[in-house]
């Protein structure tokens, strides 16, 4: 089974990339593609923690 942490660190890394994407880009469709690789990494997130959470 893999570790929590490698999903969080996954999650943290696609969080950054959505995060540079919105503050460095101009256009609209870029803003808006990383925001959805930011709510992409909540995603993981909340999967991840539910995956562990449950026997």
């Known amino acids: 089974m893999i570790p929590i942490s490698w999903y ?3 999650a943290a890394a696609l969080f ?3 995060l540079f994407g919105v503050l460095a880009r101009r256009n609209a469709i870029a803003i ?3 925001i959805e690789l930011m709510l992409n990494a ?3 997130n909340l ?3 539910w ?3 449950t026997p």
């Open 16 to 18: 950054c990339i959505g």
């Open 47 to 49: 999967i991840a923690f």
């Open 8 to 10: 969080l660190i996954f």
């Open 32 to 34: 808006l593609m990383g």
């Open 42 to 44: 909540v995603n993981v």
């Open 51 to 53: 995956r562990y959470a």
